[in-house]
């Protein structure tokens, strides 16, 4: 996709890659996350996954029809935007939660900008944080894991806010997902599977994902704990949406920086946010608010990374 | 009289401050969560503008340009400092609810760009009207936004619960909601307005 | 006068109650000049000087002039003075001294002036510091540090917004929301990511 913005004369160099078989290959992606997550809660969380697709799709087809721009619904950026949404949510949200939250991600997050290619923040998270603030207590009540009825319990994350050290949480449980957490953020391996299938594919580089995790992870194990460097940055790598929103968020072309050098910025960026909101905030988790703060400083790392052209 | 009528009205469609002039919105949507906190603050407002509209309009004779932007101030800062005062007298719980946006209606550029576009030109009866329209129009504005914000914020409005079993959206009664609010109805009055050309 | 509450001014100024995204102070001017960058830098940093000195000259009246002859009900009326006249100064100084600096900040001078952020600020710090008619421990400090955090939430905002709005001088944006809704939509997406910092805490 980034060919379409150079412009310049020919030869040019054909990929086989358009923005339509990008989009569905990380929807492809996504699935193994989505597949854990509803082994992990039940029938409830392929619900909100479906609910959040359609009504994402069926938003943008809406407006562009309205609008009478041309229908893209089948390049799969909406898919994505509800799938992203959906692995965003507790699994025990009712349904009305990701359908609303899906038309703000589309409208808001995307059609005021022009639609694909052009907005600034990541949709997905647009949403989020819009729910966030609109219903804090459906978003923060946390189904348990395999437990198909209505047990509540906390995070990881919201434990350790809370205080309680949870020492306790094999890290074997927060790899493969057996913990309280968001539809797609909580089973580690099915993210990583995902997360290779893009690298392989060359679809994203490593410069944003490994610095992000990377920063958080530093910080988290240098102020973690009551003594300078005994943190638990394992625990921190494994909880919350770090692994999600680096691979599949961070990541996300339109709103992170073009440039390698950029990138870097960007990710460590976000792993500063993200570690000084978990361990000083008042939120458990900082990957959306630290995501977005830096979608919308993007402008500016792009302008001061510029590649050199050639001669001048 | 007509002429009169004719600068009152303008006030609240053609030129409202708020929509079309887009002014003084710092205080709009900051104290724009209630319906309650909206009519306060417009009514206020309106007796600022009322009445530094008509001094400036009366002694603008007698100001020498160079300092008539702080005469004009002094004068505004005078009622507003009555309209400080009154509130805090007659009803704390408005003024707290207000806060520091109260003696803020000095700097609202409503006031100030009224005063030096149209007052400071034109005859104390014009000069009345014109206040009159555009402070109705400011209040509203405050009526519309904060309606819209009380009730999807809060589900109530002026504290009475419409909808049994409404889910309150929280954001709107937040500072985020207020800039959505009034980003989507700028937007749509744009879109009435593009439709007629 | 601890770090600790220095640090959360500084937090809560620029991030959690950032002055423009939070307060709505300063709005007009923000959303006027945040189309591109030159302009945007210039208006912050003249806001930030004329915010930090007002902060100053503010608290010092309140306190020796208002304060022991019980006049405070003529705050608004003195502070707006102080400010207005001290933007004039500062206009005159600026315009002999250096004719190229005053032709970047000139004309945002006078607006400042009429700028919410900084009556807003200078109120603030009286609401907050002061108590009973008493100024509260290292008051005078907390004040200048609130003024010169307030101008720094002003930039960042100002800056983001403009990056923001010049790149989207290239896209598509629907004819009704160019400019004005538009910004205020990113405003309200800005202000959401900013309250990611609420509850603050230093142990």
Not at chain 1, 185 to 212: D, F, Q, R, S
Not at chain 1, 232 to 248: C, E, M, R
Not at chain 2, 11 to 39: K, M, Q, Y
């Amino acid at each position: 996709m980034r060919d379409n913005l150079i412009v310049s004369g020919s030869p040019h160099i054909h990929k086989k890659a358009s923005i339509s078989r990008i989009m569905w290959t990380v929807v492809l992606s996504t699935i193994p996350a989505g597949i854990a997550g509803v082994i992990i809660f039940g029938w409830d969380a392929l619900w909100i996954i479906l609910v959040a697709t359609i009504a994402a799709v069926s938003t943008e087809w809406a407006f562009e029809s309205i609008t009478r721009h041309k229908v893209t619904i089948l390049d799969g950026s909406a898919v994505i935007t509800g799938i992203l949404l959906a692995y965003n949510l507790p699994p025990g949200v009712p349904l009305w939660l990701p359908a609303v939250g899906a038309v703000f991600s589309i409208i808001v997050g995307k059609a005021v900008f022009g639609g694909l290619g052009q907005n600034i923040f990541n949709p997905a998270l647009v949403g989020r944080v819009f729910l966030m603030a609109s219903w804090p207590k459906y978003m923060t009540t946390f189904p348990k894991p395999f437990n198909y009825d209505a047990v509540t319990s906390a995070t990881p994350l919201a434990m350790l806010k809370e205080g309680k050290i949870p020492g306790h949480i094999p890290y074997l449980d927060l790899f493969l997902g057996n913990r309280g957490g968001c539809i797609g953020e909580v089973c580690i391996l099915a993210l990583l599977i995902g997360a290779a299938i893009l690298l392989i594919k060359g679809y994203i580089t490593w410069h944003i994902p490994l610095t992000y995790i990377f920063t958080t992870a530093l910080l988290t194990y240098i102020f973690g704990a009551k003594q300078l460097f005994q943190g638990d940055w394992l625990f921190h790598i494994l909880s919350g949406g770090l692994i999600l929103g680096a691979f599949f968020m961070a990541t996300d072309y339109v709103a992170t920086p073009l440039t390698p050098k950029g990138q870097v910025i960007f990710g460590i960026g976000c792993g500063l946010i993200t570690a000084v909101i978990r361990l000083w905030g008042g939120y458990p988790e900082g990957v959306s608010y630290a995501i977005l703060m830096m979608n919308a400083a993007t402008p500016f790392i792009d302008r001061y990374t510029r590649n050199r052209i050639y001669g001048t | 009289m007509k002429a009169l009528i004719k600068e009152f009205t303008k006030g609240i469609i053609r030129e409202n401050p708020t929509f079309v002039l887009v002014l003084g919105l710092c205080p709009t949507l900051a104290v724009s969560v209630t319906v309650a906190n909206g009519i306060g603050m417009g009514i206020a407002a309106t007796f600022v503008l009322l009445g530094s509209s008509v001094i400036v309009s009366l002694v603008k004779d007698f100001i020498p340009g160079r300092i008539r932007i702080p005469c004009y101030i002094v004068i505004i800062a005078t009622f507003v400092t009555i309209a400080e005062m009154s509130m805090k007298a007659y009803s704390p719980v408005l003024d707290r609810a207000l806060g520091i946006y109260v003696p803020l209606i000095v700097v609202n550029c409503i006031v100030l760009g009224r005063a030096e576009a149209f007052a400071c030109k034109n005859s104390m009866a014009s000069s009345f009207f014109d206040g009159l329209g555009m402070g109705l129009g400011f209040t509203l504005a405050l009526i519309l936004i904060s309606g819209i914000r009380e009730f999807l914020g809060s589900g109530q409005l002026l504290g009475h619960t419409l909808i049994k079993g409404f889910e309150p959206i929280f954001v709107f009664g937040m500072p985020s909601g207020a800039l959505l609010v009034i980003g989507l109805l700028l937007g749509f009055f744009n879109f009435l307005k593009n439709r007629k050309r | 006068m601890n770090i600790q509450e220095f640090l959360t001014i500084f937090i809560s100024a620029v991030f959690i109650y950032n002055v423009i995204l939070s307060r709505f102070l300063g709005l007009c001017s923000f959303i006027a000049i945040s189309k591109e960058t030159k302009p945007a830098l210039a208006m912050s940093f003249a806001v930030l000087f004329v915010i930090t000195m007002s902060s100053i000259i503010t608290w010092l009246v309140y306190r020796f002039m208002l304060l022991p002859f019980n006049l405070t009900y003529l705050r608004t009326i003195s502070f707006i003075l102080v400010i207005a006249t001290f933007v004039q100064l500062v206009e005159m100084v600026v315009r002999k001294s250096s004719l190229q600096l005053y032709r970047a900040f000139g004309i945002y001078l006078p607006l400042i002036t009429v700028n919410c952020a900084v009556l807003g600020v200078a109120v603030l710090n009286i609401d907050m510091f002061f108590a009973n008619g008493k100024q509260l421990a290292g008051s005078f400090y907390y004040s200048i540090f609130q003024g010169i955090c307030v101008g720094l939430g002003y930039t960042l905002a100002m800056l983001l917004m403009s990056g923001i709005r010049e790149r989207l001088e290239l896209c598509d944006i629907p004819r009704s929301l160019k400019d004005f809704p538009l910004a205020f939509i990113i405003a309200a997406i800005l202000s959401l990511s900013f309250m990611g910092f609420s509850g603050f805490k230093f142990y």
